[in-house]
């Protein structure tokens, strides 16, 4: 009755090494990097070790979320000056 909670168990687990471990990952962030059309710059503080990824300010696939452009015609129909900005921004404030 209980047979699928056991299911699995049969097998060992794969213990990996730290050394496997630290390899495997990375080849994944190389993969990963080799994937993208921009690549980031990398930096290595040799005092903590640790690896920072400096990446452009919008990734290529982050342009599809963006709203789409408004129309020409719609943009001359309203007046947004600098000016009515402002004011409309001070009027919802206060």
Known sequence: ???????????????ETQRQSFERIVSELNEAIDALPVKPSVTLDPESGHITLHLPEHMPDEALALPAPEDDSDATSVNETPEAVTQAAETKVA
Do not use: N, Q, T, Y
């Open 1 to 15: 009755m209980f047979k699928f909670l056991f299911r699995g168990r049969d097998k060992d687990a794969v213990v």
